[in-house]
């Protein structure tokens, strides 16, 4: 399986833009462990998911995750092979959200972004290294810099490219959890030191975690277009406001500007 880092994937699309516009994988029958690997030691499930028919586990898990006031997502989105594989860390309110931007685990990005969603409408601001990794293959060093200082502390609307935003909408993890089927009993192991239970979802190498104890939320997506630990379920949803339109500047704007014509010193 093969991921691209993080900035590799940004300068991949940006590009793509300026020429439009100017797990480890888990089996999906679970096995028992070799007679030689002891089984993870937890304490029982207090809410019956070990016990309970795997599809009544998932049903229920869905209804809560959708039902969920706000959430806390951590982890990727997007096309894990050959990218874009987008990261971040957010808290939802409602169908907003707002949080960071980051390069995945493992990839040698700096990178950062404010991400903040309202009404639909999907924002970022970056950090200096963010628009150096963002533009290293498209603009020289003196170009990205020279953007730093065009954008200044502004946000950045993304409405044109759904990858910075978007792709991280609550809404778009709930159709993840919402589209399987078919779940198959794994076996108990532990989320933030609390136990939980997997379930396969069969036909795939894909695989859920969910809350052994309390109510059965969904705390793990082991997915191909999802993976992300989710957690904070109902908790006092953040603040979330819209910035204001003289604090904002357009993604595609910034983009050509970055490409203009520039004087070469003699």
């Known amino acids: 399986m093969k991921n691209r880092p993080w900035g590799l994937c940004t300068a991949a699309l940006t590009a793509g833009l300026l020429l439009a516009a100017c797990q480890a994988p888990d089996p999906a029958e679970p096995s028992s462990p070799p007679a030689s690997v002891a089984p993870v030691s937890v304490a029982p499930s207090s809410n019956g998911v070990d016990i309970a028919a795997p599809d009544q586990t998932l049903k229920r898990a869905q209804t809560l995750l959708r039902e969920a006031t706000s959430f806390r997502f951590d982890g990727c989105r997007g096309h894990r092979i050959d990218g874009p594989w987008d990261c971040a860390e ?12 980051k390069p995945h685990k493992g ?6 972004a404010e991400i903040l969603s309202v009404g639909g409408r999907y924002y970022i601001r970056p950090d200096a290294a963010w628009w150096d990794e963002a533009f290293g293959k498209t603009v020289d060093k003196a170009g990205a810099a020279a953007i730093v200082e065009h954008v200044g502390d502004r946000w950045v609307d993304t409405a044109k490219v759904p990858s910075y935003g978007a792709v991280f909408r609550p809404a778009a993890v709930i159709a993840d959890l919402d589209g399987i089927d078919t779940v198959v009993k794994g076996g108990p192991t532990e989320f933030a030191g609390q136990p939980a239970f997997t379930f396969g979802i069969r036909g ?16 793990r997506l082991n997915m191909v277009t999802t993976e992300a630990d989710l957690s904070d379920f109902g908790a006092a949803p953040p603040r979330i406001e819209a910035p204001r339109a003289d604090s904002v500047v357009d993604l595609m704007n910034v983009l050509l500007w970055a490409t203009r014509p520039r004087r070469i010193p003699a």
Do not use: C, H, N, Q
Not at 90 to 101: C, I, K, S, W
Not at 107 to 112: D, N, T, V
């Open 90 to 101: 957010y808290r939802t309110a409602g169908a907003d959200f707002v949080g960071t931007l």
């Open 204 to 219: 795939s190498f894909d695989s859920i975690i969910v809350a052994a104890t309390g109510e059965p939320y969904p705390v």
């Open 107 to 112: 990839s040698p990005a700096k990178g950062r």
